[in-house]
Each structure stands twice: as structure tokens, then as C-alpha cells.
């Protein structure tokens, strides 16, 4: 029986594979002899690079290596080396990055962490240096860009990949890609809405849907679950962009453009590519529905899913107006969201009435549900009548505007035309309705479109 390799780092090891792109074509327009050159000249930039920076060769195959770093500094170092040097030949050579804690065996290494770096390499360009989060991790991601979420060939898990450097290559050759926000609490009722928001966007013709209701009612939720569901349409990635934070309508397409890492404009980048963007949290920034609308014509395989508080008011928009939970979803969503808090919660009549006293409205619920560290729910229920010093103390990761249900209102309130707050603020009949030539009109959620940007 052989022995394990003696100069390989063991512990956490950082992984390099290389790739030449394109070799078959530079074969052919270089010829056997100048392409022959051309590959040993590659193979002594890259072997003279690695060594400097302590890295292993494992194996070499054709033009690919494989290479092990004892830290991931030193394999980004050398990468970034490499691909310099490399810059002025005819050669173009795409690298993929990931640190693990791989077995050893009499062949070298062993396990996923193996499989992980080479497909990540498989699916970056030539001149282009893929990173793991798990390397980004250890080495800060100031010289990095995230690419997002990435499914990987082989790979059950989706992958958040990083680029060394700012450079703009085309979308990488993953399965799906996508940048959604990965949750850190199930997906619990919507199974209905889910499956109809996901058939509405599938519709022929259907390119723009905006999932509309009040503040807390899921819209965030469903329209990521929604968009995790459709990835697999869209070969050029699902991309989420959260307009929660904008205050100017001028910037959302600059927001967006962020998102996807555009540096010459948004609809250049996606051109013909087929894609989702998701644009959370509209109702602030609506005055800039006509540009995001543009999109659609600039770019003919572009879908648009949208939550907002409103309608975007634009031609060729479906609407889905996001209702609260049935009741047995609601009293599903408080247990869930209280066993996050209570493992040993259990359901009562006080949760089931609890449920109807707000309404079944997810945000107030997952406030409710957060108290019972402290509440039984008989406590909770009781205390319901001042239920907005009750329903604070949301989780810190939530928007602030979610973090309590005073804060949701206010929020809301922000966004209303001076003449819907005048209407709030005189007596209630005042709220309720207003008179105006013997009509009466109804203020509700449902704002009518605001007047038109000047």
C-alpha cells in the first residue's frame, strides 16, 4: 500500500483549478506549433506563480491544473500573479477558488470540497478568478465583487460566488443565478398563493407582475419564494433589487444596474438575456415605473416581478393583490415563527383567537410571536388592546420599518400625498370618507396613482 503525499497542506486547504478557454479554437488559429509554445509558456508563468506563494501542485492534466494552498491568501495572490503575467499572451485562462477541510487519501484529496472548486472554476470566463464564500470568508471581500447565488453542475446546495476584481465578464456559466436573499425562516402557508403567483408569471405575455398589498401582508416573502421557483427559467439569473432604503426615483435604475454589477448601463448589460429582476419595495420610489417599464422594451427577454404598496400603473402590468392568511395559515405561521423563539410552544385557543384579533396579517403576527419568550398567549391576547406597544421587538436583521408595527404605519404614512395626510390628520368620520359633490369616497390601502413625475 502507497503513502499519503507528505508535501500536500492537510487541515483547511485552499483548492486552485485552471482552465484554458477556448483551447480547441487557439489550437486552430495558432497552429500545432505556436499553440504548443504558447501552452509551455503558460505552464511556466502559472507553476513559477504558484510556487511563490506556496502552492502544491496536485495534478495536471492538458492545459489544467490543480493546485493546493496551505492559506487562501496566498492562493488569491498567486491567481491574481498568474492571470498578469499571463495578460499579453495569446492564452486566456479562467480559475476557480473555494476553501474546505478535505480528506486525505493515498490519492491525494478526497470530497465535495474538491468537486466544489472545480466546478466553480467550469463556470468562469478566461481572464476571470471565481472565489467560494467560504474562501471570501477568510480573506475579506474588499478586492472581491458578489456575483450572487449560483447553482452548480452536481451540486445540491446553491453556491454565493465572488470575483477577484472589478472587471466586467458575461453572466457565468452556472445553472441558475441568481443574488435572492436566502432566508433564515421556512416558508410557512402561501402554498395557494405561491403556486398562483408562480402560473402568473408563467403566462405567455405576462412580463411585468406586481404583487400589491398594505405593509406586513408577505409581498417581500412570496415574491422571493416565487422567484426562487421561477430560476430555473431564466438562463441568465434571477436578480433581486431591494428598493427599501431609495428615497429617489432617479436611482433605480443605477440601483439595479448595482445589483447585476452593470458599469455601462443596465440595458446594455442584459441586452438580450433572459432574465428576472425583482424590484422590492416599489411604492416609494413609483414615479420611476415609466424607466423600469422602458426596460422591457429595451430588453425583449427581461420579466419584471415587482412588490409594491401600488399598482406601478404602467401598460401591460398584472396585478396580484397579496390577501392575509387564511386563518389556518395564520395559526401555521404563529407556531412556526414562535417555536423559532419557544421550541416547546404549544397552540391554544388564545393563539387561534390571537390570530383572528390581527387580522392574519403575517408582520403583526410574527410580532405577536416573538413575544412569547416573555407572554404566554393567553397574556399576549390579553394585552392585544394597546397592540402597538405590544407588537415591537422584531428580529434586528428586519428592515426597520418591520421591526414594529407602529413603524410599518409609519412608513405607510410617509408615502401618502399631503392630501391624504391632511385626511388623517382630523377626526375619525374625516378618515373614513369624504364628501365631495354628494359623493362619497373611501380612503383605503388601495391609493389611487399618484400625479405624474414633472
Known amino acids: ?58 495534478d495536471t492534466q492538458g492545459d489544467a491544473f490543480f493546485v493546493a494552498f496551505p492559506t487562501a491568501p496566498g492562493a488569491l495572490r498567486a491567481a491574481a500573479e498568474g492571470l498578469e503575467r499571463l495578460a499579453p499572451g495569446p492564452i486566456r485562462v479562467r480559475m476557480g477558488v473555494h476553501t474546505g477541510t478535505p480528506h486525505m487519501a493515498e490519492e491525494g484529496y478526497v470530497g465535495v470540497d474538491v468537486h466544489r472548486a472545480a466546478r466553480i472554476a467550469a463556470c468562469g470566463h ?49 445553472l441558475h443565478q441568481t443574488n435572492l436573499p436566502i432566508p433564515s425562516t421556512p416558508f410557512v402557508g402561501r402554498e395557494k398563493e405561491l403556486a398562483e403567483v408562480v402560473g402568473l408569471a408563467s403566462q405567455q405575455g405576462v412580463r411585468l407582475l406586481t404583487l400589491t398589498g398594505p405593509g406586513g401582508t408577505g409581498k417581500t416573502r412570496l415574491a422571493a419564494a416565487a422567484a426562487g421557483e421561477l430560476a430555473e427559467s431564466y438562463p441568465h439569473g434571477v436578480w433581486w433589487v431591494p428598493l427599501g432604503a431609495l ?14 454589477g452593470a458599469k455601462n448601463g443596465l440595458a446594455d448589460l ?25 426596460l422591457l422594451t429595451s430588453c425583449p427577454k427581461l420579466d419584471l416581478l415587482v412588490t409594491s404598496r401600488e399598482p406601478l400603473h404602467v401598460t401591460g402590468e398584472r396585478e396580484y ?62 394585552r392585544l388592546e394597546q397592540r402597538l406597544p405590544l407588537l415591537t421587538g422584531g428580529a ?17 404614512h410617509e408615502l401618502l400625498t399631503s392630501e391624504e395626510r391632511g385626511l388623517f390628520a382630523g377626526s375619525t368620520s374625516r378618515v373614513r370618507q369624504r364628501s365631495s359633490g354628494g359623493a362619497t369616497h373611501t380612503i383605503s390601502w388601495r391609493w389611487q396613482k399618484r400625479p405624474s413625475r414633472t
Not at 474562501?135 to 446546495?157: I, M, N
Not at 432574465?275 to 422602458?294: C, H, K, R, T, Y
Not at 419557544?342 to 403576527?365: G, H, M, N, T
Request: charged letters at 25%.
Open 247 to 260: 428615497r429617489d426615483w432617479e436611482l433605480v435604475i443605477a440601483t439595479a444596474g448595482q445589483a447585476l
Open 321 to 382: 393583490a397579496v390577501p392575509p392568511f387564511v386563518h389556518e395559515d395564520a395559526v401555521g405561521f404563529f407556531l412556526a415563527r414562535a417555536r423559532t423563539v419557544d421550541p416547546d410552544f404549544q397552540a391554544d385557543e388564545a393563539v387561534s383567537e390571537i390570530c383572528r384579533q390581527l387580522d392574519e396579517l403575517p408582520l403583526a403576527l410574527e410580532l405577536a410571536a416573538a413575544r412569547v419568550k416573555a407572554l404566554t398567549s393567553a397574556q399576549i391576547l390579553a
Open 126 to 174: 478566461g481572464g476571470q478568478v471565481l472565489v467560494s464564500a467560504s474562501t471570501a470568508a477568510l480573506v475579506g471581500t474588499d478586492e472581491l465583487r458578489d456575483l450572487g447565488e449560483h447553482r452548480l453542475k452536481d451540486l445540491s446546495a446553491r453556491e454565493r460566488i465572488y470575483q477577484l476584481g472589478v472587471d466586467d465578464f458575461p453572466p457565468l456559466k452556472s
Open 1 to 58: 500500500m502507497g503513502s499519503v503525499r507528505r508535501d500536500l497542506p492537510t487541515g483547511t486547504v485552499t483548492f486552485l483549478f485552471t482552465d484554458v478557454e477556448g483551447s480547441t479554437r487557439l489550437l486552430h488559429e495558432l497552429g500545432a506549433d505556436e499553440y504548443a509554445d504558447a501552452l509551455a509558456e503558460h505552464r511556466r508563468i502559472l507553476r513559477q506563480a504558484f510556487g511563490a506563494h506556496g502552492g502544491v501542485e496536485v
Open 396 to 412: 434586528r436583521d428586519l428592515p426597520e420599518r418591520q421591526r414594529t408595527l407602529r413603524a410599518t404605519i409609519g412608513w405607510s
Open 270 to 294: 442584459i441586452s438580450d438575456r433572459s432574465m428576472l429582476l425583482v424590484f422590492d419595495n416599489f411604492e416609494q420610489v413609483v414615479e420611476a415605473a415609466p424607466d423600469v417599464a422602458g
